[in-house]
Nanobody, 115 residues
Framework: QVQLVESGGGLVQPGGSLRLSCAASINMFRSYNMSWYRRAPGKQLELVATITTSGGTTYRNSVKGRFTISRDNAKKTVFLQMNSLKAEDTAVYYC?????????WGQGTQVTVSS
């Protein structure tokens, strides 16, 4: 059974940085595109960033230039480096496959941006 474990969240001041990690117990991890999602309080889940099997990346407009998604296939881990954080980045962050064929969701990691 696939397990996704997100970590690295916390409380950070506006302008600060955090690096999120997602450890995946997935056979053939390297063969899957992976994404980061987030759910802010009272809002729907939204796609933040995606990395393809070949390392191509896409981002939602609001995080472009501030967030960087990367992956380490040997460690079956996906990362999200978040810089210049804003209050509106506050959310629970999750990783999963992009699209409708998602794996079971992990518990996520809380990111709170506040002074």
């Amino acid at each position: 059974q696939v397990q996704l474990v997100e970590s690295g969240g916390g409380l950070v001041q506006p302008g600060g940085s955090l690096r999120l990690s997602c450890a995946a117990s997935i056979n053939m991890f390297r063969s899957y595109n992976m994404s980061w999602y987030r759910r802010a309080p009272g809002k729907q889940l939204e796609l933040v960033a995606t990395i393809t099997t070949s390392g191509g990346t896409t981002y939602r407009n609001s995080v472009k230039g501030r967030f960087t998604i990367s992956r380490d296939n040997a460690k079956k881990t996906v990362f999200l480096q978040m810089n210049s954080l804003k209050a509106e980045d506050t959310a629970v962050y999750y990783c999963n496959r992009p699209g409708s064929e998602s794996f079971s969701w992990g518990q996520g990691t809380q990111v709170t941006v506040s002074s």
